[in-house]
């Protein structure tokens, strides 16, 4: 695609381009969902995910627009372990939990460290936890947390594109060696980590979208990464936008979504799964986005290649 040119890709940039955030209540997670998910064993089962409201996170990635339901302060005592405890009064019995805060769960401006005791309580009985962080705040705040729980705990960290020059126009504030030493730190310390993987960010064409995809998901297993998800980027938090109307950024195709699972599947290294929040907005098909729907679905929970869609 074209070079970004007179773009000068910063934080004050991409935080120009914002609209305004979500009203949300600081004592109240954005939202939460219960699903479905291949375990590790090979077992389907119920996996809750609590979208934590709390501070904006610190560093302003391109494509993100996480910011769009966070709060401009550091929650008080008690509101993020709060907001955990009222998801957990109304869900059926689960597992396994995923704790979303829209940045790093172990920057202490988004979770107080004080919090962790209190929420590891809410947690007993929980087979695995899974947050998400930036290798900047992977450390000891990670070994107290784990000490914490009763439950294996697992840190998704965003890898996003091995691309080294894309990886630096994402404004990330991350290096491939932070990968991988963050993702060398918690094996040491008996924390598994999933790598968050993007399609088709920003200055790629479709064809080298899928091939950068892809070396990401090798990328990611060689360094010890248990498990890859595949995000297809989209637009919505304005600097997209932006970069969309100089022809620098178009979203991913759906039909390439499914050409790098099935990709990530085939190498069984690990489990590989697409995300698969609103589809049908990277599909230009209305007679075939269900079904294709439908199968990437199917090989997220099977781990199998299913039988390709065809469509005129």
């Known amino acids: ?108 401006r988004a979770i107080p460290p004080g919090e962790y005791q209190r929420i590891a309580a809410l947690l007993e009985g929980f087979q695995t936890v899974i947050v998400e962080s930036h290798p900047a705040f992977i450390g000891d705040r990670c070994i107290e947390f784990r000490d914490a729980i009763k439950a294996d705990l697992q840190v998704a960290i965003g890898l996003e594109c091995v691309n080294i020059s894309i990886l630096e126009k994402l404004n990330k504030r991350m290096t491939l060696d932070d990968f991988t030493g963050s993702v060398g730190f918690l ?33 990611a297993f060689d360094a010890g990464v248990e498990c890859c998800v595949i995000i297809p980027v989209r637009g919505g938090n304005g600097a997209m936008e932006q970069l969309a109307a100089k022809g620098l950024f178009s979203p991913p195709d759906i039909r390439s979504l499914e050409k790098v699972l099935e990709y990530g599947i085939e190498k069984q290294a690990g489990r590989v799964f697409a995300d698969t929040w609103d589809l049908k907005q990277f599909s230009m098909c209305d007679k075939c986005h269900t079904a294709r729907t439908d199968r990437i679905n199917g090989m997220n929970l099977t781990q199998r290649i299913l039988p390709e869609i065809i469509c005129k």
Not at 78 to 106: A, C, M, R
Not at 193 to 204: G, K, Q
């Open 1 to 108: 695609m074209n070079d970004p040119g007179e773009i000068r890709i910063t934080d004050s940039w991409i935080k120009d381009c914002r609209g305004e955030k979500n009203n949300v209540d600081p004592a109240l997670p954005y939202s939460w969902l219960v699903e479905k998910e291949i375990s590790p064993s090979g077992s389907v089962e119920d996996i809750l995910t609590i979208f934590l409201t709390n501070r904006e996170c610190q560093f302003h990635c391109l494509m993100c627009d996480l910011w769009k339901n966070t709060t401009d302060h550091t929650s008080g005592d008690g509101l993020v372990s709060g907001q955990i405890e009222w998801v957990l009064n109304q869900t059926p019995d689960v597992k396994h939990i995923k704790l979303y805060n829209s940045g790093s769960f172990f920057d202490p």
């Open 187 to 219: 094996l040491d310390n008996d924390i598994f980590t999933r790598a968050f993987i993007l399609l088709r960010p920003p200055f790629l064409t479709e064809h080298d979208g899928i091939f950068w995809a892809e070396r990401s998901i090798d990328f």
